[in-house]
């Protein structure tokens, strides 16, 4: 049998499931609608066949949530500047100019 995850009670239900349906960015409205689900009381299973997520990234979410609370629910992505510019600006025009 499939074991159950524990969520943290940072928001009630009627405040998961209002944030799940306000939230305008997608990523964060699926970390929502997982967290809702979970504290609903359903399976990690279940919500993986309703939210299209695996179950590994399910209970990242989770664990993510549980920590750092629903702050965390958001898109990290967003937070990332990416590599470092290989060219310096000098280098830069040095290829403009050819």
Known sequence: MPKYVTVAAHLSLDELAHHYRKT?????????????????????????????YCPNWIRIVVRRSNQHGPQALTDQRKQNTGAPALLSSGQKKQLLQL
């Open 24 to 52: 305008v960015d997608p990523v964060e409205r699926s970390h929502f609608h997982i967290i809702w689900r979970l504290s609903q009381g359903k399976r990690v299973g279940e919500v993986a066949l309703v939210t299209d």
